[in-house]
């Protein structure tokens, strides 16, 4: 849930109060935490030291000079649709932050480390290339035009909240869209083959 807040106070920050709730209790069991969940149904709760967290690594993020030029005129987490080219197969995306004015597309990440090498290696592990490279294909069918700017938002979990944001290079999203592809079409062979 944290990671979701964080989502919201960066870029919609506005829409925190709507969504989310602030439990002061010790625990979130017995009688107390369950007429609070009653009282704010529909909404994400957290407790206070945890929204006191994210407040802080949201603001080291809209405070970060490479991504204030971004947070102006970008569209939230919209869902987009489309027929995959090769395979025809329809997909689907949300992307975090879609900026159309720079045709930039923004994920935002919270990480226990910035170090280029163990986040290096935490983004491939995650399979964040491949998830980049689907939003950016979709993005391009949906938004025929120049090419899209993929671009990795990265804040640390725990202060002082250092952040970074990571020009993706050709051949990381070349091996994400590679990889997308193949399951394409491994996913078409499976349903040709079940008519």
């Known amino acids: ?3 979701r807040a964080l989502h919201t106070l960066v870029f919609e920050p506005h829409l925190f109060d709507s969504e989310y709730a602030v439990f002061d209790g010790e625990t979130r069991r017995g009688k107390a935490w369950e007429e609070f969940k009653a009282a704010n149904e529909g909404k994400c709760i957290l407790k206070a030291a945890e929204v006191e ?8 993020v809209r405070s970060h000079p490479a991504v204030q030029p971004y947070l102006d005129g970008g569209v939230f987490e919209s869902t987009i649709r489309w027929n995959d080219p090769q395979t025809g197969i329809p ?38 290339h491949c998830q980049l490279a689907h939003y950016q294909k979709g993005l391009g069918v949906v938004y025929p ?18 952040v970074a944001l990571f020009s ?11 990889e997308i592809t193949e399951l394409l079409r491994k996913l078409r062979q499976c349903a040709e083959s079940k008519q």
């Not at 045709?103 to 480390?113: A, C, H, V």
């Not at 990381?172 to 869209?177: K, P, Q, S, V, W």
């Open 1 to 3: 849930m944290k990671g």
């Open 53 to 60: 967290e994210v407040t802080a690594q949201a603001e080291a």
């Open 91 to 128: 997909c689907k995306a949300r992307p975090d932050w879609w900026h159309p004015a720079s045709r930039t597309l923004i994920d935002l990440k919270g990480t226990s480390t910035l170090h280029p090498h163990y986040f290096a290696r935490i983004a491939a592990r995650l399979g964040y």
């Open 145 to 162: 035009g120049p090419p899209i700017n993929v671009k990795l938002l990265a804040a640390e979990l725990k202060p002082p909240c250092d």
């Open 168 to 178: 993706l290079p050709e051949d990381f999203l070349y091996a994400g869209e590679s």
